[in-house]
């Protein structure tokens, strides 16, 4: 009789990455990691915005940033900031809260839960080359952990340490030697007297541009589309058997237990994923701290999100039905969809939860008085999330659910499983020395 045992708390579903790691916030940041600090200051006229610092070198880069927000019904562009403007959260704090109230986490005593807003920031650089002058634009995306109820009333500020991960490079025309450089006029104020092309993706302001005597030239990340695409169960730990090793084995038992404890572990989180198409560059995966996280705020309490033992039998050796215990409820939880495993097969304990996907588009948009206009679709970017559900009556505890597929790879969520092992584990700050 062979048995074997698994104990994991960290696997993902189709590029959306679970990571466990302590906090460490300093200085009266809110948040302070992987090259993000965040702290919050009270608004003089009361309303909430946010504002990005990008630094190099100890210095302030003049950059544009278009920032996203997750909402109630999917992705909420908040709106264009640069170095001189802010951005208004009022959206953000309001349909936050209604998402995280209805994934169950309102009301959930000793933790704070956190939504991520996604920035796609850049910064114009002219360089010569041959004798010709080269317009450069660097992207750097990262993701602002934020509490909505948080915010409300106040003013967030957001340093970042510039690092580019998509660049993109544009001869300036006929006009080179006669350009004016980066157009930092107002919100809505058009460069040289005239307005860029009009996308209706993008709201009419650009507030970065480059600008010649001839030509405008504005780059903006738009979102192309945004999809929930389905309520999914994410695997968490996994069992993979493969026609070798199945057949040997009678049962298996696996084991998952997350909880927040101020002797451990003190925040958790389901992040981003983000897979960016650049146009002279390897496809480049990143996860984004964060799509959703828990953060303990009451370091007296202990806060167990799911502790199951899952118990499956081979039918070769035994007719036992599967069954899967759910300690912080003390009964058995449900077993999908079938109850046993005949040799090779893939199972997994994995939680409730919803799955979002989106697609945002990079555009080049250049336009000449009095009429001459001009709109590419240059690149895209992709990006999921996973939403947990949470338990009420659990204090936020997640929904279990133990997975049978016989069929190894059958099962919806067993084919994004597939996806996610050849996704990034880690979070990751990337720096191209190349590009900056």
């Known amino acids: 009789?062979?048995?074997?045992?698994?104990?994991?708390?960290?696997?993902?579903?189709?590029?959306?990455?679970?990571?466990?790691?302590?906090?460490?916030?300093?200085?009266?940041?809110?948040?302070?990691?992987?090259?993000?600090?965040?702290?919050?200051?009270?608004?003089?006229?009361?309303?909430?915005?946010?504002?990005?610092?990008?630094?190099?070198?100890?210095?302030?880069?003049?950059?544009?940033?278009?920032?996203?927000?997750?909402?109630?019904?999917?992705?909420?562009?908040?709106g264009n900031g640069s170095h001189r403007r802010a951005v208004p959260l009022g959206r953000f704090a309001a349909e936050g809260e209604r998402l995280i109230n209805r994934l169950g986490y309102r009301?959930?005593?000793?933790?704070?839960?956190?939504?991520?807003?996604?920035?796609?920031?850049?910064?114009?650089?002219?360089?010569?080359?041959?004798?010709?002058?080269?317009?450069?634009?660097?992207?750097?995306?990262?993701?602002?952990?934020?509490?909505?109820?948080?915010?409300?009333?106040?003013?967030?500020?957001?340093?970042?340490?510039?690092?580019?991960?998509?660049?993109?490079?544009?001869?300036?025309?006929?006009?080179?030697?006669?350009?004016?450089?980066?157009?930092?006029?107002?919100?809505?104020?058009?460069?040289?007297?005239?307005?860029?092309?009009?996308?209706?993706?993008?709201?009419?302001?650009?507030?970065?541009?480059?600008?010649?005597?001839?030509?405008?030239?504005?780059?903006?990340?738009a979102q192309a589309s945004s999809t929930f695409a389905d309520t999914v169960i994410a695997p968490l730990a996994t069992v993979y058997l493969d026609s070798y090793a199945g057949p040997k084995i009678q049962r298996m038992q696996t084991d998952v237990w997350i909880y927040l404890s101020s002797s451990t572990t003190t925040s958790l989180s389901f992040d981003i994923s983000m897979e960016v198409r650049g146009l002279k560059l390897p496809r480049l995966r990143l996860s984004l701290a964060t799509g959703i996280s828990f953060t303990l705020s009451d370091i007296s309490q202990r806060i167990d999100f799911i502790d199951v033992s899952g118990f499956v039998y081979n039918s070769r050796y035994d007719s036992t039905p599967a069954r899967l215990w759910d300690y912080l409820r003390g009964r058995y939880g449900p077993v999908y969809p079938g109850d046993s495993i005949h040799d090779d097969g893939v199972v997994y304990i994995g939680i409730l939860g919803e799955l979002r996907y989106t697609k945002w588009v990079y555009v080049y948009n250049r336009f000449s008085p009095p009429n001459y206009c001009e709109v590419q679709n240059l690149d895209y970017a992709d990006g999921i999330a996973f939403y947990p559900w949470g338990d009420p009556s659990y204090n936020g505890a997640f929904y279990p659910y133990l997975v049978i597929d016989d069929a190894p790879f059958a099962l919806k969520e067993t084919k994004a499983l597939s996806a996610a092992m050849s996704a990034p584990n880690v979070i990751m700050d990337i720096t191209n020395s190349a590009y900056w």
């Open 1 to 78: 009789m062979n048995r074997l045992g698994w104990i994991a708390v960290g696997f993902a579903l189709a590029l959306v990455t679970l990571l466990s790691f302590t906090t460490a916030n300093r200085g009266g940041a809110v948040y302070d990691k992987f090259g993000v600090k965040v702290t919050v200051q009270q608004s003089r006229e009361g309303a909430e915005e946010i504002q990005i610092v990008l630094k190099h070198r100890g210095g302030s880069l003049e950059h544009a940033a278009f920032i996203y927000a997750p909402g109630e019904g999917g992705w909420l562009y908040l």
């Open 107 to 221: 009301g959930v005593r000793g933790v704070k839960v956190e939504l991520g807003l996604l920035v796609f920031a850049q910064v114009f650089n002219v360089t010569e080359r041959g004798g010709k002058k080269i317009l450069e634009i660097y992207t750097d995306i990262f993701a602002v952990p934020l509490n909505p109820s948080e915010v409300r009333g106040r003013r967030v500020v957001v340093e970042r340490e510039f690092m580019p991960v998509y660049k993109i490079e544009q001869p300036l025309d006929e006009d080179a030697s006669q350009q004016m450089g980066a157009w930092t006029g107002g919100p809505g104020t058009p460069p040289i007297g005239a307005s860029p092309c009009y996308d209706p993706r993008n709201p009419k302001q650009f507030e970065y541009c480059y600008s010649g005597s001839a030509y405008t030239y504005c780059y903006y990340w």
